[in-house]
Each structure stands twice: as structure tokens, then as C-alpha cells.
């Protein structure tokens, strides 16, 4: 069916507040901005479109960026992003900040899903309800995994899914959004192009070009010769591979390289890769049949893939196809093909386990080969070389993506970031999706190509980006709230509470608690103090320093005891921890969490 729609135009210049002056953004003289002392920019007159994004700009993860038409919110990615121990000790996840939404969650209109990696959906469960669960447009394979993910948390109110198709507009409030099929590692990934009265703001989500030796496909061709419009005034695109040049190597290629590899292998294959591989894992699972091979496959994140895949008919199995771990040893090792998860060094996949000996069912031998065809993602290097590093014990061969061909990314090269930008042909052009690094140099890459360098917006999470007329954008200093929240067991909290704080104090320096009862009636010390402490000193070697510690103890408590009838604990306890946190500190240079308990007898 189609629509007949017709575009919104301008009428007249947009007149604004009169407290903000219409400033061209220029990329190299960010001076030249305007200050909003006293109207702050985070209140949108509804003159102006309005873009921010929310996560994303400044890390590999955590996508979410905003856009405001006309007193609309439509909301593109739901993201989260994976953390290190060492930055927030406990914390699974990172999710973007949802301030600025929550206090206009009533404009909220939609939530646009580009594909179904967990960067872009990830944090969903978490933040949905807190903006009063506004409807979600996607695709098929994309629906389906969200929805996989939200049975985990049965105690939420049910997704409002609405589907979009490749090239069919769909009418939100006033604004027309059109979906459009790109490349990734995923299947139904798609870009967004929403028409709004200044001019067309155009989403890349993650994606890379299918193409032959640099030269795209017809396929490529296509939709992005459709995306070209000369309304086209922003567009966002994905800055993860922009410091590579040139063509990354095609999806296409990798598998022949895969085939060719797996087919000259005379032992067992284990295929270590991860969740997010969702084309290339379909791949391996049809190759493995031609090649008579059963696969095996392990671990939660490949399982849930696999039925999604079922479910979405991306894929046909045959019965009996893939076998169950407990029966690997019951097949000869050239018809055996393992799936495991772990590619990224997590400790607890299956190939973590593996490599330290403790996987029930799978136990390597020297006629093993493990094909690693992920390349590693940044702040996962160390983990990876653990993995190898144990692997190589077992005295396994190992091909990897740096020693063949068997890897291609999601994410285009800067050649293909090139092309895809002169197609699309946006007055303005905003890197995004990466590390800073990786907008810079997507930004040079298209500028030595001949976009207008004062018509690029370097943009940070949180930067307001007004588009003020039909050929006019421009970046505010003052940003939205932006701060990372982290997702802490089952509660969702900012970065700034106690507990982070209190955790970073014990991972450095640990705890030191000190047990002391005192006589109610004399303020006398009862026993010498009892000493508990983690993390911090050895007790065994520090008995020297634990008997000044009860000294002093026992002198302190004692002297506030004496000094305050009736006995006031509290006072006496914070009076002893700013004490022993100052002598603890001269003895030892450490400033252990010190927790005195006082008894009273
Ligand atoms: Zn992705």
C-alpha cells in the first residue's frame, strides 16, 4: 500500500525567542558560539528541530540519540554499554542518561530501533518504563530480539511493537519517518529518514557496505540513491571503523575464506565467536551441514540466537543438525563443529571455561583447531590474550582474523563512510556511533573528500544541536545532563551515589573494622578492642601496628566516654573513625573504609 503523503514546507523563516541569536556552527571557532545566560537551551521554544544525542559519541555502546519536531520526541537506539570492573566495580551495565526524557516524557512519540545488537537495545528493559513505555518501530529480526530479552523481566509492562518495512513511510504525530535497509553483522538493520518541515534528518545506525573490490553493490546502489535528497540537512553516521582506510573486507568474502579453511581441517573446529555475529553464525551452521559436519553449540547468548533465527525464518534445520554437548564425544572429530561463545575473553562462556579446564563436556585435544573470527572489541585486548594464552596449553591451533581473512566488521571503512556520505549529500554532517578518535577521523575522512569543514558538527553525549532553519544548525554549549547511569544488580543508579564510591575504597584499599564494648556506667573499655579487617593489611604480619591500633583505641573511646554523660555513641564512634583514618593513613599510606562498633555492656 502506499501513502499519498506530502512534505510539510516552510512559509516563512522560523522566528525565535529573542534571547537566541542565529549563530552558524563552525567546527574550528567554537568561540564564536553563544551563551543562553538566562533562558537555558534545554527548553525547546518548538520553533526549532532539535537533535541531542544522548550516548554513543563518546564509547562504543550506550546508543541513544533524540530528536525533537515541532514538540514531538522520537527516540532512535536504546542502548547499554558493558563496563570494566575497574571503572565501576559491580556494575553489569551503562546506560545513557534519561533525565532530559524524563522530564518531558509526555512528548515521547516513538522509539526507533535500528537493529538488534545489544548497544542499540540493550538497555531498553531498564529505561522504557521510566518514559511511560512509548510505542517501539523496528524490524522483524529486531522485534523478536527485544522481545527474547524483555521475557527476562516478566514484571514489566508488555512492548507496544510496531513493525516498519524498508521504503515505506509511517506517520507519527505530523512527521513522516522512513525506514531504509543497510549492511551489518545483523540482518534487518535499517536507517532512518525523518522529514520534518527544515529539511530531512538522516540515522546511518551501525553499517558497512556490501561491495565488489571497493566498488558497492547494485543492491547499495539502490538504497542509498533513494536516500539521496536534496532535503537531506543532517546526517549521523557510524564512526566505528572510520581510523581503518579503504573497503573493509565483505561479509561475502569471509565466508568463502571460512569454507575454504573448515573444509581443510582434518580434526575437530571450534568456532569461538559472540553473540552479536548473528549473520555469520547462520552462516557457519549451513556450511557445517554441507561439509557434514554436526554442530554443537554452547552457550546461553548462541542458543536464544539460534531460536530467534528459527522464529524470524532466517534459517531451515535440519532435525538431528545440532547436537547436544553431553553427545560430542559420541561423533568422530572430523564431523564435529563447535559454536561457542567467549571470543571476547568473558571469563564464565564456554570457551573461558574451557580454557581453564573446567567445561564439563568440553575438553580440548592437540588435533583441536579454534577459528576465532571476531576481531577483539577495544578494553577486551587482555582478556583475549588470556584466553590464547591458556588455549595454546592444550597445544590446539588457532587461526585467527590476523593471520587469515576470517573476520569482517559491521562497521565500514572509511572509504565506504566516504561514499556513503556523498550519497546521501546532507547540508550538515554529524559523526556518531564511536570513541572521539573514531569521530575525527571520520570527520577528516570526509572532509579530504570535500564536505565543507565548517558544516561538520563534533558533537559530544549530551550536546544540544538546534536546527534553526532550512539551512542553519547550531550547537549550544550548555548540554543536557549526559552522565552515564549504571545498571547495579537489579536497581539502575548514577555514578555519583555512595556506593560506587564506597566500592572504588574497598577494591584499593579495603576495610577495617574495630570492635570495642564499653561499660555504660564507668566509660570504661571492656577488653582489649577486637580487630577485623579485609582487603587491607595482613593481620598476621601487622601485630605490631594492631596493638597501637587497640591502644589508641581504647584511649579515644575512653576520653569521649568520660567527657559526654550520658554516653553519646555516635559521637563517639565518627570522633574514633576521623582518628584512626588519620593514623592508619601516617602508618601504612592506605585509607581503608573504617567501621568502629561500639558495645555498650
Ligand atoms: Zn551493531
Known amino acids: 500500500m502506499t501513502e499519498k503523503t506530502t512534505q510539510p514546507t516552510l512559509k516563512k523563516r522560523v522566528s525565535l525567542p529573542h534571547n537566541i541569536r542565529r549563530v552558524v556552527f563552525r567546527a574550528e571557532d567554537k568561540t564564536s558560539l553563544i551563551k543562553l545566560p538566562s533562558t537555558p537551551a534545554t527548553q525547546n521554544s518548538g520553533n526549532v528541530i532539535r537533535v541531542i544525542p544522548l550516548g554513543g559519541l563518546e564509547e562504543v555502546g550506550r546508543n541513544m540519540i533524540i530528536i525533537e519536531v515541532d514538540g514531538d520526541i522520537f527516540i532512535s537506539d536504546m542502548g547499554f554499554e558493558f563496563v570494566t570492573e575497574t571503572d565501576a566495580p559491580g556494575i553489569s551495565y551503562v546506560l545513557p542518561n534519561v533525565k532530559y526524557l524524563e522530564a518531558r516524557k509526555k512528548k515521547i512519540r516513538a522509539v526507533f530501533i535500528t537493529h538488534g545488537h545489544l548497544d542499540h537495545i540493550g538497555a531498553i528493559p531498564y529505561i522504557m518504563p521510566r518514559l511511560g513505555n512509548p510505542p517501539i518501530y523496528t524490524r522483524e529480526l529486531t522485534a523478536l530480539m527485544i522481545k527474547k530479552r524483555q521475557d527476562e523481566f516478566p514484571e514489566l509492562p508488555m512492548l507496544d511493537i510496531r513493525m516498519m518495512e524498508p521504503g515505506k513511510r509511517v506517520k507519527i504525530g505530523s512527521t513522516f519517518v522512513e525506514a531504509f535497509a543497510v549492511t551489518h553483522s545483523i540482518p534487518d538493520s535499517m536507517g532512518l529518514k525523518i522529514e520534518t518541515r527544515l529539511g530531512n534528518i538522516i540515522l546511518s545506525g551501525d553499517l558497512k557496505l556490501d561491495h565488489h573490490d571497493g566498488v558497492p553493490t547494485k543492491e547499495e546502489q539502490d538504497v542509498w540513491s533513494k536516500v539521496k535528497d536534496e532535503k537531506n540537512i543532517l546526517f549521523i553516521a557510524d564512526s566505528t571503523n572510520a581510523e581503518r582506510p579503504g573497503f573493509s573486507i565483505t561479509e561475502r568474502e569471509v565466508m568463502e575464506n571460512i569454507e575454504e579453511i573448515i573444509k581443510k581441517i582434518k580434526g575437530r573446529i571450534i ?73 571476547q575473553g568473558e571469563e564464565f562462556a564456554a570457551l573461558g571455561r574451557a580454557s581453564r579446564g573446567v567445561h564439563k563436556f568440553l575438553k580440548f585435544k592437540t588435533t583441536d583447531t579454534i577459528i576465532f573470527s571476531s576481531s577483539v572489541i577495544p578494553g577486551n585486548e587482555v582478556a583475549v590474550q588470556d584466553l590464547k594464552d591458556n588455549l595454546y596449553r592444550y597445544g590446539v591451533h588457532i587461526i585467527n582474523y590476523r593471520t587469515s581473512d576470517v573476520h569482517s566488521t559491521g562497521h565500514g571503512n572509511a572509504g565506504e563512510l566516504v561514499w556513503i556520505n556523498k550519497q546521501v549529500g546532507a547540508r550538515y554532517f554529524m559523526p556518531g556511533y564511536g570513541y572521539r578518535s573514531m569521530l575525527h577521523a571520520h570527520a577528516d575522512a570526509v572532509i579530504e573528500a570535500g564536505f565543507p569543514k565548517e558544516n561538520i558538527i563534533l558533537a559530544e553525549n549530551g550536546t544540544i544541536i538546534d536546527i534553526m532553519d532550512n539551512k542553519t544548525a547550531k550547537v549550544h554549549k ?32 579495603g576495610i577495617f573494622v574495630v570492635i570495642t564494648a564499653i561499660n555504660a556506667s564507668t566509660g570504661k573499655v571492656h577488653r582489649s578492642p577486637d580487630i577485623i579487617s579485609r582487603g587491607f593489611i595482613y593481620l598476621k604480619e601487622s601485630q605490631e601496628l594492631l596493638k597501637h591500633v587497640r591502644i589508641q583505641t581504647r584511649r579515644l573511646v575512653e576520653e569521649q566516654a568520660t567527657k559526654h554523660r550520658p554516653l553519646n555513641l555516635d559521637y563517639i564512634k565518627n570522633d574514633l573513625r576521623e582518628k584512626l583514618t588519620k593514623f592508619l593513613l601516617q602508618k601504612t599510606g592506605k585509607r581503608p573504609i573504617i567501621l568502629p562498633v561500639i558495645l555498650e555492656i
Open 271 to 343: 568456532v569461538g565467536t559472540f553473540a552479536s555475529q548473528f549473520a555469520r553464525m547462520i552462516r557457519i551452521i549451513q556450511i557445517a551441514e554441507k561439509l557434514g559436519r554436526k554442530v554443537v553449540t554452547d552457550g546461553r547468548s548462541i542458543k536464544t540466537n539460534i531460536e530467534v533465527a528459527i522464529a524470524a525464518g532466517l534459517i531451515n534445520l535440519t532435525a538431528g543438525h545440532i547436537v547436544d554437548i553431553k553427545t560430542i564425544d559420541d561423533y568422530p572429530p572430523d564431523k564435529i563443529l563447535v559454536l561457542a561463545t567467549g571470543a
Open 478 to 509: 550548555e548540554k543536557v545532563p549526559a552522565d552515564p547511569m549504571f545498571v547495579d544488580g537489579t536497581t539502575v543508579s548514577d555514578g555519583q551515589s555512595p556506593v560506587m564510591n564506597d566500592r572504588k575504597v574497598l577494591a584499593q584499599d
